[in-house]
């Protein structure tokens, strides 16, 4: 363990170098800065930066996420209109423009892409382009996204894009990155409530650290996770991205497919189109606690009970990063299939069967 101590610095251009590789994974090129902290730092970055009194913002609530950024962006004096869709489903790109329609004031829009804490994912590319039709600017977390299906920032018209690394990037948590479009940029400076000599102001590292030619630190960089996360960008492109990408839709099919033959057990998410790739929700038989059931199962496989009162009802198998295997999938299906009295060969026959037809595809 001692290899962890007495490194080198990471240079300004060491660090400049990670941010270019976050924004080619992004497909931006917009600025890229990278943030010294869980995802929450840049997602609470990008809304008070964004937010000010006086502005009106459409958060929509597709998993918990969405409930943190309304409380954000009331704090900030903002009025807030929340657009809450039952969690088994994903918002449409119709519900998001009637709700514009029927605001016009509105001119921030906060959307998680995918919910690794209720399994499903959002059609960004759908409501981005209503988003822009209507001229506000959207602020996407794609922390559970990015790495596990494509993320198209500049493409889309994404103006604030954040990542972590702990997700299908299979990085470290601790750091994480926000990419800041040229009309998020301006609308920033523009606020007189944008924190400023704050460690929530991404106008100070545009100030300090992107516009002065990324030339000197403004701060000592956590050191070890920017170069774990160096390291996972590089693995991700030795793999290349679209296979990592097909190894999560892969894992997602073949769980919900494994699911669907256990019988005992079903996704949360009803349309295959609404599951997220990261991570598989699954609903227990009336009268079981998913809570307790999580509890007889092996701790070192990937699957929770739901938080809060999801306890009660809904399990989740995490198949990121790694974990994105057929071979964690039959683990899990193996053991959900003992724990709910069930027979593991159909659903570890259909499971194979999901997982050879998505990866070849
Ligand atoms: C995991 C997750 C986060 C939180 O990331 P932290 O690095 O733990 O702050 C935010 N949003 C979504 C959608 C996530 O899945």
Same mark, same amino acid.
């Given at each position: 363990m001692t290899a962890l101590l007495d490194l080198p610095p990471l240079s300004a251009a060491g660090f400049a170098a990670i941010e270019d590789q976050v924004a080619a994974l992004l497909h931006t090129s917009a600025d890229v800065i990278v943030t010294q902290g869980e995802a929450l730092l840049p997602l609470e970055a990008a809304i008070r930066g964004a937010a000010h009194p006086g502005s009106t913002a459409l958060n929509i609530v597709t998993g918990p996420y969405g409930r943190t950024f309304g409380d954000w962006l009331r704090s900030c004096g903002a009025e807030v209109v929340d657009l809450a869709v039952p969690f088994h489903s994903a918002v449409s790109a119709r519900q998001v423009a009637d709700a514009l329609a029927a605001n016009p004031a509105i001119d921030f829009v906060s959307l998680v892409h #995918?919910? #690794? #804490?209720?399994g499903n994912t959002n059609p960004v590319a759908e409501v981005a382009a209503v988003v822009r039709e209507h001229g506000a600017l959207l602020m996407l977390d794609a922390v559970a996204s990015v790495a596990a299906e494509p993320l198209l920032t500049d493409a889309w018209g994404v103006d604030l894009c954040v990542i972590g690394g702990q997700k299908a990037m299979g990085g470290p948590a601790g750091v994480s990155a926000v990419s800041v479009s040229a009309r998020a940029w301006e609308r920033i400076a523009a606020n007189p409530a944008a924190p400023r000599r704050s460690y929530l102001s991404l106008l100070d590292w545009k100030e300090r650290w992107t516009d002065a030619g990324r030339a000197v630190l403004p701060h000592a960089p956590a050191q070890l996770e920017m170069l774990a996360l160096g390291a996972c960008l590089d693995r991700i492109a030795a793999d290349g991205l679209p296979a990592v990408i097909a190894r999560h839709r892969a894992a997602s099919a073949a769980t919900r497919a494994g699911v669907r033959a256990l019988g @005992? =057990? @079903?996704?949360?998410? @009803?349309?295959d189109a609404h599951a997220a790739p990261v991570a598989t929700t699954l609903r227990t038989a009336p009268g079981v606690h998913a809570g307790e059931l999580a509890a007889? =199962?092996?701790?070192? =496989?990937?699957v929770q009970p739901g938080g809060g009162a999801l306890a009660a009802e809904m399990l989740r198998v995490n198949h990121y990063g790694r974990a994105a295997s057929l071979d964690t999938v039959r683990a899990c299906l193996g053991a959900l299939a003992t724990a709910t009295g069930a027979d593991a060969g159909p659903a570890l026959h259909a499971a194979d069967a999901a997982w050879a037809a998505t990866v070849e595809v």
């Open positions: #995918a919910e #690794a #804490a209720t @005992t =057990l @079903t996704p949360y998410v @009803t349309r007889t =199962l092996d701790p070192s =496989l990937p």
